[in-house]
Structures are given as C-alpha cells and as structure tokens.
C-alpha cells in the first residue's frame, strides 16, 4: 500500500512539473552562422584579412577571407563552390559575370545593406531580384612619376592628348641612356597582370565606338577603333623597360616594381595601387593622366572611372550563414571600422550613405577632373561577352608584341572582332 501510494505521488509531481514546463527540453539555440569570403582583389588581401578579425573580435562570429590569385577569381570560383564549405559572400563583375551564378545568388531585395546604397544604379538586377550589390567605384589610368617627368623637361600638363603623349614617351626613350630610365614600365602579359590590355586598355576602343553609336552593349563589336588601341599599345611596348618579346614572361610585380625603383616615369593602373605606392612615393609625387588614344575631345577627357565589383551572397548556403554574411556586409559599410578600413586601409570609394572619405590621392585626382569638367569614361568591359575572349584578345596582343606585323594585328583584330560575335552567340544562344 505504502508502496502504490509513492508511486502515486511521483505520478502526481511529474504532471505537476510538465504542466508547468518545468521537464520540457530547453529550447535549442538558434544557429550562428559563419562567412567566407572569397575576395577579388589580391592587393586588399591584407586589410581584409585584419578587418575580419576585427569583426570576429567584436561580433564572435567567424569570418573567413579566402583571397584569389591575380586572373584566377572565376577559375577558383567555380571550384570553391564544389565544396561543403562554400563561399557565402562572392563578386561577380556585372550582367555577363552574373549569367554564370543566378541560380547562387540570394535575392537581396529588401536587405539592410541594399537600403545603404546611395543609388540604384550600384544594384545588379537579374529580372525583378537584385542579384548583387557593388561594393566600390574606382578609377585607372596612366600613373606618372612626377620627379622623373619633370627631370625629362615636361610636366603633367603637357600631356593632355595622344599626339602629346606619344611625343614625351618617344623623346624619353631617344634620351633612355642619358636620362636613366624608360618611358613605360614593362607591359607585362603574364596571367596576373594581361588584364590590363586585354580588359581595361581595351575598354577605351569599346567605350569610343558605345558612344559613338549611342549603344551600352552589343552582340558584334564592329572595332572601329582598334587603329587607335594599335597606336596606344605600339606606344607601351615599344618605349619600355624591357624589349616587347620578352613580355609573355613580365608579371605584375615587375612591372609595378620597376615603376617604384624609378625605371620607368609611366604605369597604366589605377587608384587600387595608392597603397603600395605611397609606400614609396608622396601624394606630391604621383598623378594619374587619362589613358587617350586620339578619339574624342582628349583636351575634357576624364579617368577611366567605374566598378565591375559587386558583392553576391550564396543562396544555396544555410540561412543562417546567409544572415550572419547580410549582417557583414552591413557592418562593412555602416560602422566606423568598416567605413575607415575600407577608405583607408583598401582606398576604396564606397557607394554607401556611411562612407568616409578616401585619402586616395588618385580618388582625389578622379573627383578633380570631374570638377573641372572632365567627362569620365565609363567602365564598359563588363559587357565583353566571356573570359575566353578576353584570353583571345590577350594571346593575340602577345604574339603581336613579339613580331609586329601587320598579319599579327590582323589577328588581334579577328580576336576582338570575330571572337566577340561567337563568344556571345555562345552566352546568349
């Protein structure tokens, strides 16, 4: 009796207890997500790694910044998406880059950091969704040495078209001996530096011809001025620091090297080497010149300004990785260290409300030129049709700097031309 009597009572307590919830399991946590970002840009690898930690240290949440090599992002792209562990943040470089990822990208429509941006225009559509965001706006052009000019008789004044360019380089190199160095630093060809010509030096004959036919993209270029992208490119590798055959085999380093050791007075680049430069040059030191070919009103032409970086959040990761990355790109672009890393550390021009001002000298000499009414050239190589013709256009331009005939820039020509209708009947088709 005693016993059915205990019994009875444990009963009565163990209801007592689940009415009350007291024997309930305990809610799970929700789940922290991480983020990997697979970064663009070797030469911002450093600062992003240390804004990463800086965001792991005040958030806890892990941050991973895996950083591709130089002409490789889309090759190691596609092989980091393979894996369990993915990339949940990554760059796409307009519509044509886009066409590859849709079926990644998270719709970013009603998103904090998309309600950051100070324009529209910065959101990626892909039909009604926003399929990425871009992070930077930057400018390139022809980087000079201004001591080095100025020690050849000339100023950056003097240089405000074509004719008056190939003038100073020509006469640099007829006094190469004399003066010390070169005209141009090595117009290297190698994988981690070809995009230069094959891509940014090859936007100035694609944004002539859009404008001239009042177009923003099309299915055959019609190469109306690659006479013009001849003339420049003739002019690069023939007064530079090194013979034209010899640059299949220049890097990137090279090329960026010999303009800091003062071998060479010009460097076709942009506002993302600031950092490595001011390493060894002051802001009085440098200045970055339009990149003109002889079309257009060359006397109001501006820098090459624009972006092809815009940010992708992975869809097909958990969500609650995909909201950990959403509330680090937020973070990136709204709070104090985010904004000044990313000005200062990465000279980067943000295209968020929050963004602090860069101490870029070469920002500051694009938003000059502007002010003095200057029209910028807009970036239109996103709409080249694939990298495969950029690599055409590339192995074209090489072969043509080894032997400069006529023949060989028949065949640039073909690359550019011919390879541009195929490789968009392939895109789109």
């Keep these: 009796m005693k016993k059915l009597l205990a019994l009875l009572l444990a009963g009565a307590m163990a209801l007592?207890?689940?009415?009350?919830?007291?024997?309930?399991?305990?809610a799970p946590e929700a789940e922290t997500g991480s983020v990997y970002y697979l970064n663009f840009k070797p030469e911002q690898n450093d600062a992003w790694q240390a804004l990463a930690a800086a965001y792991t240290?005040?958030?806890?949440?892990?941050v991973t910044v895996v950083t591709a090599a130089s002409g490789e992002y889309e090759t190691t792209l596609m092989a980091e998406m393979g894996k369990d562990e993915a990339p949940t943040l990554f760059q796409v470089n307009g519509p044509v880059?886009?066409?590859?990822?849709?079926?990644?990208?998270?719709?970013?429509?009603?998103?904090?950091?998309?309600?950051?941006?100070?324009?529209?225009?910065?959101?990626?559509?892909?039909?009604?969704?926003?399929?990425?965001?871009?992070?930077?706006?930057?400018?390139?052009?022809i980087i000079a040495n201004k001591a080095l000019l100025a020690e050849a008789g000339y100023a950056p004044e003097d240089i405000n078209s074509f004719a008056k360019l190939?003038?100073?380089?020509?006469?640099?190199?007829?006094?190469?001996?004399?003066?010390?160095?070169?005209?141009?630093?090595?117009?290297?060809?190698?994988?981690?530096?070809?995009?230069?010509?094959?891509?940014?030096?090859?936007?100035?004959?694609?944004?002539?011809e859009y404008q001239a036919d009042g177009i923003g993209s099309t299915a055959a270029i019609k190469g109306?001025?690659?006479?013009?992208?001849?003339?420049?490119?003739?002019?690069?590798?023939?007064n530079s620091t090194c013979a034209p055959a010899d640059l299949a085999g220049k890097t990137g380093d090279d090329s960026r090297n010999e303009f800091l050791a003062g071998e060479a007075v010009f460097f076709q680049n942009g506002s993302w080497e600031y950092g490595s430069l001011s390493a060894?040059?002051?802001?009085?030191?440098?200045?970055?010149?339009?990149?003109?070919?002889?079309?257009?009103?060359?006397?109001?032409?501006?820098?090459?300004?624009?972006?092809?970086?815009?940010?992708?959040?992975?869809?097909?990761a958990s969500q609650a990785d995909i909201d950990a990355t959403l509330a680090f790109m937020n973070w990136c672009v709204t709070s104090e260290k985010g904004t000044t890393a990313m000005a200062n550390d990465m000279g980067f021009v943000i295209p968020f409300k929050a963004a602090v001002e860069s101490p870029n000298l070469f920002v500051k000499q694009d938003v000059a030129y502007t002010e003095a009414g200057k029209t910028p050239v807009s970036w239109n190589f996103p709409t080249m049709p694939s990298e495969e013709w950029k690599?055409?256009?590339g192995t074209a331009l090489t072969m043509y700097a080894a032997d400069q005939t006529d023949d060989n820039w028949a065949a640039v020509v073909t690359a550019f031309v011919d390879g541009w209708a195929s490789e968009y009947a392939l895109a789109n088709g």
């Design 280 to 316: 060894v040059y002051g802001d009085d030191e440098l200045v970055m010149l339009p990149i003109y070919i002889g079309v257009g009103d060359e006397a109001n032409q501006g820098l090459c300004t624009g972006t092809e970086n815009y940010w992708c959040v992975n869809g097909q």
């Design 224 to 238: 109306t001025y690659l006479d013009n992208y001849r003339a420049i490119w003739d002019l690069y590798i023939n």
């Design 57 to 62: 240290e005040e958030t806890g949440v892990e």
């Design 391 to 393: 690599n055409g256009v």
């Design 97 to 141: 880059g886009l066409a590859n990822w849709t079926d990644y990208c998270y719709d970013l429509t009603g998103t904090e950091v998309l309600g950051q941006l100070t324009n529209d225009g910065f959101a990626l559509k892909n039909g009604d969704a926003v399929a990425g965001i871009a992070y930077v706006v930057e400018s390139y052009g």
């Design 16 to 26: 007592s207890l689940v009415a009350c919830g007291g024997s309930e399991p305990a």
């Design 166 to 208: 190939k003038e100073v380089a020509e006469d640099i190199t007829a006094r190469s001996e004399e003066l010390g160095f070169a005209a141009f630093s090595s117009a290297g060809m190698d994988g981690s530096t070809d995009w230069r010509y094959k891509t940014h030096l090859a936007n100035l004959p694609i944004y002539f």
